[in-house]
């Protein structure tokens, strides 16, 4: 469970990001946090596993405040948080195999990490992960071989070979094109639901977030405008999200693909021995 | 300003009137200054000798050929030399200029203290010609191979260093900070993060500047650092302009085997 209390940023150039943001996101809820550009959606999550330090407020991810950690007790607590970024932000000269293994260096020493001689279960997992994203066959590839969707799928593994209890996902689909967009927000989906993950997805697409989020929070300049569930997103509300603008063609849209989701991730879930094919199938019926 | 309002519309233009006439006047002192250097010379100049040049430059390449083949077997240890005092050299400064590029470069130093001494080594280094290493050198540690090393080394240093700095600056930082979020230590961050990012500019400056330090160690010698230098020395003070030419094409062909190993390199890593 990730809680925020009165949590605030201010940038050393003024700018204030984040107001006064209390938040619960309680264990296996995904959570898509939606809003403008510069809205502090991207600020919020760094907050929260401190790429970014808050200004004020508490962060507290189960009974921990992560906010008063030491720098020692904060790299031990940010192995439990998995992070997905935006353009993926693999090592693009490194091999896949040593992206997905780089989610243990908080886990294993600096000679570990030199001579690339990860434990045993870590490698297997590794591969287990990469078989789940269906790209066991590029493990020895480069990175900047990969398609734009292979590579975020290796950032999944990534974040999720950490064994986290959060994951902090930062525009995951916004470099990708709106297929793969969707197979890699169902998979990250997914992958909640196997293992009972808290996930905060910033995502800018209303559509995407309303499929694939048990929970929407509009930010809107630092502020909190909206929390509730996907389908409480009337064109009111995005309007005081986005500002005025006729809503009603997008979600009128959402309303008519969500049904057809829903009838391919069961389709998903009934065949579950090859998951690239799975997805390759299920995407192509949308 | 470039907006100008005409009675057919609006006007643009690159600069303002007053800008633009700054700039003639700009050029118009360049020239002036230009024109008096050039009769400054032209009056300390003895026009007797420049109109000899070219006979005596047709007489000394008269001397020069044909080259004395023979003193090549004298010349072998010397090449050797040569080439011992670049790579020596090169090796020397990248080991010293790594740590330095790590504490100059702004996103990898630990402080801006550290920072300023590691520039501060950097342009020392540079602001220093490796033919006046040289002459301390041999004051120093005597007259030889070791002094021409050390020269190569302490002038390669600022040279690898600023580009390697530099290469680390010019990295994509989110790279890094997905590393950091994985919960990795700071050395961690660095062998994971930073140095696949920086390796291929790693190799590629250090095999640059070795094909640099290859030309400059080919004339360490004339301060008598070592390598084929001095035989050069020797040679053009005892007037054997036979032996200078061979020399000389010795040089060239070190020169180009060296332009085409870093080349190869160089495209194999990129």
Redesign the interface.
């Known amino acids: 469970m990730l809680r925020l209390e009165g949590l605030s940023k201010r940038y050393k150039t003024g700018d204030q990001a984040l107001t006064d943001i209390n938040l619960v996101v309680p264990n296996g809820q995904v959570m898509a946090l939606i809003g403008p550009s510069g809205a502090g959606k991207s600020t919020l999550i760094r907050c929260v ?1 401190r ?1 970014v330090e808050p200004t004020k407020g508490k962060v507290f991810l189960g009974d921990l405040e992560l906010t008063k950690l030491g720098s020692g007790a904060l ?5 439990k ?3 997905i ?1 935006q ?1 993926y ?6 091999t896949v195999m ?1 992206n997905v293994l ?6 294993v020493g ?1 000679w570990t ?2 001579t690339r001689k990860f434990p045993k279960k870590d490698i297997q997992e590794a591969y287990r992960l990469l078989d789940r994203v269906g790209l066991m066959h590029m493990a020895d590839k480069r990175a900047d071989q990969l398609s734009g969707g292979q590579r975020q799928r290796v ?1 999944i593994c ?1 974040a999720l070979i ?1 064994n986290p209890d959060l994951l ?1 996902v930062d525009e995951p689909t916004a470099s990708l094109d709106p297929k793969t967009s969707r197979q890699i927000m169902r998979l990250i989906n997914e992958l909640c639901a196997e293992r009972g993950l808290a996930a905060i997805i910033n995502i800018h697409d209303v559509l995407l977030a309303q499929m694939y989020s048990q929970r929407v929070v509009g930010l809107e300049l630092g502020n909190v405008v909206y929390d509730g569930p996907p389908d409480g997103l009337t064109p009111e509300v995005l309007t005081r999200i986005y500002g005025e603008e006729d809503w009603e063609a997008t979600i009128e849209k959402v309303e008519d693909e969500d049904e057809d989701e829903i009838g391919e991730e069961i389709d998903a879930i009934s065949s579950p021995t090859k998951p690239e094919q799975k997805t390759i199938v299920a995407s192509g019926e949308s | 300003m470039p907006l100008i309002e005409t009675s057919d519309g609006p006007m643009w233009r690159r600069r303002a009137t007053k800008k633009q006439l700054l700039i003639w006047l700009g050029w118009l002192v360049g020239i002036a200054i230009a024109t008096y250097a050039w009769q400054l010379i032209s009056e300390k100049t003895i026009w007797f000798f420049v109109e000899d040049a070219p006979r005596q430059a047709a007489d000394i390449g008269t001397r020069m050929i044909p080259p004395k083949w023979s003193y090549m077997n004298e010349l072998w240890r010397p090449v050797w030399d040569t080439l011992n005092i670049a790579t020596l050299g090169t090796v020397i400064a990248l080991i010293i200029a790594i740590p330095v590029a790590f504490a100059a470069a702004k996103n990898t130093t630990p402080h801006p203290l550290v920072r300023a001494v590691a520039l501060f080594i950097i342009v020392s280094s540079r602001s220093v010609n490796s033919l006046v290493w040289g002459l301390i050198l041999v004051l120093i540690v005597g007259p030889g191979v070791l002094a021409g090393t050390i020269a190569i080394g302490l002038r390669s240093i600022g040279f690898c260093a600023k580009l390697l700095y530099e290469g680390i600056e010019e990295i994509d930082h989110t790279q890094v900070e997905a590393i950091e979020a994985t919960g990795a230590s700071r050395a961690q961050q660095m062998l994971y993060g930073i140095v696949p990012q920086v390796l291929p500019t790693f190799a590629g400056v250090g095999v640059f500047r070795w094909d640099i330090n290859i030309r400059e160690s080919t004339i360490l010698g004339l301060v008598g650092a070592g390598g084929i230098g001095l035989e050069l020395n020797g040679s053009i003070n005892t007037l054997a302009w036979t032996q200078v030419s061979m020399i000389l094409l010795v040089i060239l062909v070190t020169v180009i085997i060296s332009e085409w190993v870093s080349a190869r390199v160089r495209g194999a890593i990129i």
């Open positions: 596993n790429l790299r031990r607590a940010r192995r948080m998995g992070m970024f353009e932000a693999l090592v693009e000269r490194l040593e780089s989610g243990r260096l908080g886990y600096f990490s030199w950032g990534r950490q902090l």
